[in-house]
């Protein structure tokens, strides 16, 4: 279980980190986007630092957590290897929230302007 817990933590950080969702590259696609958060300058090291507090620490938490799923779906014996239902289960969540942006556009036409779609 540890194992499993320790490689997908690590897994979880290398591929924030390289993906570009680190707190840097967020924001500067925040500030690109034109957007700001109230009552801080509008300045990258400011919201950078304020996004490093929650982007970091949810990363390790996620990847612990994923790790102990899969971890435990492989102690029980489950139908199939757990990394493979926690893939099942990512893609089928991956594709419920493309649905439901999908069906929020239909229902309201002036969410386009606001998603940017």
Do not use: C
Not at 9 to 19: D, G, L, N, P
Request: hydrophobic share 50%.
């Amino acid at each position: 279980m540890l194992i499993y817990i320790v490689f997908s933590t690590i897994f979880a950080v290398f591929w924030v980190k390289t993906s570009g969702m680190d707190a840097k590259t967020q924001a500067k696609n925040i500030l690109a986007s034109g957007l700001q958060i109230p009552g801080f300058r509008k300045d990258e090291r400011i919201l950078e630092s304020i996004l490093d507090r929650y982007i970091m620490p949810l990363t390790v938490m996620g990847g612990m957590a994923v790790g102990f799923l899969a971890s435990i779906a492989d102690l029980t014996g489950a139908l199939a290897g757990g990394t493979s239902i926690l893939l099942a289960v990512m893609i089928m969540y991956q594709l419920y929230q493309n649905i439901a942006q999908q069906h929020a556009m239909d229902i309201h036409p002036a969410l386009r302007g606001m998603i940017g779609g």
